[in-house]
């Protein structure tokens, strides 16, 4: 099931179906507004895709003028580490983070054309670099999560906005190559 999910979704149109269903729950029609330039076959191919893995669901059926109408919701899941031991593991989640940090910079972009004029206020890209052992960093880690599942408790209301927060952290690979040559494990890196 693992490949399958990596397969199904680290593709560019999934990404952004999954993406956008998070969180939300749509119908094919509403898809296809967001994703004008998506074909509707192409379209529907992909969200069967999605839902054949695993990662979508119907969320609720509804029947609209006697025809049933299907809106969809992705399911939340998490990386098995054990999955990326199997051969393949590592390079199928790299071209997942890869896929899914364009994604998201993709639709940051597109709102940013779509305003006309970027609303600095409304946007946060900011790429903090800092120094911390693994206990401050799991700490710290904790309470950011901690603020965002708050976040995400909220319910809808006048004035509340659908925001999106992507988080990434990693050690550098520059400071991990030079701790690691320093016990004699790697060469740095010239």
Do not use: C, W
């Not at 004008?36 to 695993?54: A, C, F, I, M, T």
């Amino acid at each position: 099931m693992y490949e399958q999910k990596f397969d199904a979704i680290n593709h560019p149109v999934r990404m952004r179906i999954f993406q956008l269903l998070y969180g939300n729950q749509l119908s094919i029609h509403q898809i296809a507004d967001l994703l004008p330039d998506v074909p509707r076959p192409s379209l529907y191919r992909h969200v069967r895709k999605l839902q054949e893995s695993g990662l979508i669901r119907v969320a609720a059926p509804r029947r609209i003028n006697g025809i049933e109408e299907r809106f969809y919701t992705s399911v939340e899941g998490l990386i098995d580490p054990a999955e990326l031991e199997k051969p393949g593991g590592i390079e199928k989640f790299a071209a997942h983070v890869s896929t899914y940090g364009a994604v998201v910079a993709q639709a940051l972009a597109q709102y940013v054309i779509r305003r006309g004029v970027p609303d600095l206020t409304n946007i946060a890209a900011r790429d903090y670099i800092f120094y911390a052992t693994e206990e401050e960093f799991t700490r710290l880690r904790k309470a950011i999560y901690a603020l965002l599942q708050e976040m995400e408790q909220q319910p809808p209301a006048p004035g509340r906005t659908q925001r999106r927060m992507f988080v990434i952290a990693h050690p550098m690979l520059t400071t991990t190559m030079n701790q690691e040559s320093e016990h004699g494990d790697v060469e740095p890196v010239s």
